[in-house]
Structures are given as structure tokens and as C-alpha cells.
């Protein structure tokens, strides 16, 4: 399967930056370092660093493609950032470039980001305490979490959470609280609920709470 332009594009932009200073100047895109003349940085990272920023800025861009094209091949991608897809053998198609990635499954691409910061969305809150929409049913990974054997147990979850807590102290719960403070969004009062309502609306489990 072709890449996608957008795709083709990042791949581009991130295989013709030059990396081996990146740490230590601030520069705009599609920066050499050849043309920096008497105002090149002293300091320069080794290839072998070079190419472990340019792998890692690869995989942050791979991470976003992949979530919202299902055909993505990081493979092909990989290659067209200029970034080494062969073992040290130098057989093709290494295991280390799709570990770069977060999958909630063999075959799903995480949604980039946080995911305790999922909670939060940045569109209107629904009415309703328990929003049940498809559009915030908790990930695969969060939903195969282990659940209390007793479905009345207490629990909480907000407008427009994924996930149901046990505890406000829970500290995913105050993560995802703080960065929706620091983004400027609303913070949704908690709605008490019982682990087996939660579930019966598909929200997920927080991993911290009942770990």
C-alpha cells in the first residue's frame, strides 16, 4: 500500500532536516547545519545519535499516520525519513521499527497522546452524567482490564471520561484533572456510579485503581 501524501510529506521534512544539532539550537524546519556557517554550534551529536533523534521524531509522526490510516506501512514510511528498517544482520523489514509504537491490540494503533489525558475532550460536554456514545467507549486495552468481581461496587466517572475510578485520590484521575486545568478545559464534577453501570455503558477501568 502507497503512502498517503501527508505521509510522504512528513516522511520527507523529517528525512531532510539535519538532526546532529537539533539538542542544542533552536532552527526552522529543513535546517542544515552546512549552512550555518561561523554560527554552526560547537556541539554535534555522533551519527549514531543523529539517527536515534531522526528514528524517535519518525516514530512520534509514524504514531499519529498510523492511528488515522489503517493501511500505513511504518516500514515504508521508516524508509522514506531516511531511517534504517534492517536488522544488524541486514535482513529487511527489523522487529525494532513497529516496537516503536503503542498498539492497544496486535493490529490497532494507540491514539496518540496521553491516554489518561483521554478523559478530558475539548468539545461540549454532554447532558447526561454516563455518556455512552461510541465516540467515548473506553480503548480495547482499558476495556480487557481486569474488573471487581462485585458489580456494585462504588465508583466514579465524569461526563465525558473513558474510564471509571475508584477514588478522587486516584493519582491518572488527578493527572488527567490537572491537564485538563492546564489546557484550559472544563473539569467535569465526578458522577458516582457502580463498576457494573460503568461497564454496561462500555467505559474502561482505570489501571491504577483496582491494579
Known amino acids: 500500500m502507497a503512502l498517503s501524501r501527508l505521509a510522504r510529506e512528513f516522511a520527507a521534512e523529517i528525512s531532510y532536516h539535519d538532526w546532529s544539532d537539533a539538542p542544542f539550537r533552536l532552527d526552522r524546519a529543513g535546517h542544515q547545519r552546512d549552512n550555518d556557517g561561523i554560527n554552526a554550534t560547537p556541539e554535534q551529536l555522533t551519527p549514531e545519535q543523529t ?68 478523559d478530558e475532550d475539548p468539545t461540549p460536554a454532554a447532558p447526561a452524567p454516563v455518556d455512552n456514545r461510541p465516540a467515548q467507549v473506553g480503548t480495547p486495552a482499558q476495556r480487557a482490564r481486569k474488573w471487581p468481581m462485585d458489580p456494585n461496587t462504588p465508583g466514579f466517572v465524569t461526563a465525558r471520561s473513558r474510564n471509571v475510578h475508584r477514588t478522587t485520590e486516584c493519582v491518572k484521575y488527578q493527572h488527567s484533572v490537572n491537564v485538563a486545568r492546564q489546557r484550559g478545559r472544563t473539569v467535569h464534577p465526578p458522577v458516582w456510579t457502580t463498576t457494573g453501570a460503568a461497564r454496561a455503558n462500555e467505559k474502561g477501568i482505570c489501571s491504577h485503581c483496582w491494579s
Open 51 to 118: 539517527e536515534f533523534v531522526r528514528t524517535n521524531v519518525m516514530w512520534i509522526a509514524a504514531q499519529v499516520l498510523g492511528h488515522a490510516d489503517p493501511n500505513f506501512d511504518v516500514f515504508e514510511f521508516a524508509e522514506w525519513c531516511g531511517v534504517d528498517t534492517r536488522t544488524r544482520s541486514g535482513r529487511p523489514r527489523s522487529g525494532h521499527i513497529p516496537a516503536g509504537l503503542r498498539f492497544d491490540d496486535n493490529t490497532t494503533m494507540s491514539r496518540p497522546g496521553d491516554p489518561e489525558a483521554w
